[in-house]
């Protein structure tokens, strides 16, 4: 489902990392445990503050991290 929002793509060192229309970056990692960052993701996704979302690190499923625009002074 996600794939209709990704705007660009990048594999950098065996690291994807897309960015989707409304300009909130995804860092997603190696292909392993794809499963777990896409189930992850999805829940982070459908938080209603999600516009104060910069970054979305799900490199690590079950500890995956967002930065807001608060914290990188935007």
Known sequence: EISSEV???SVNHGNLEF???DGVSVLWGSGEQ???KA???AVLLAQENRSDF???DVSVPRASTITFRDSVGE
């Open 34 to 36: 794809a499963t777990a």
């Open 19 to 21: 960015v989707l229309d």
């Open 7 to 9: 705007s660009t793509l």
């Open 54 to 56: 910069v970054k979305i």
């Open 39 to 41: 189930d992850a993701l």
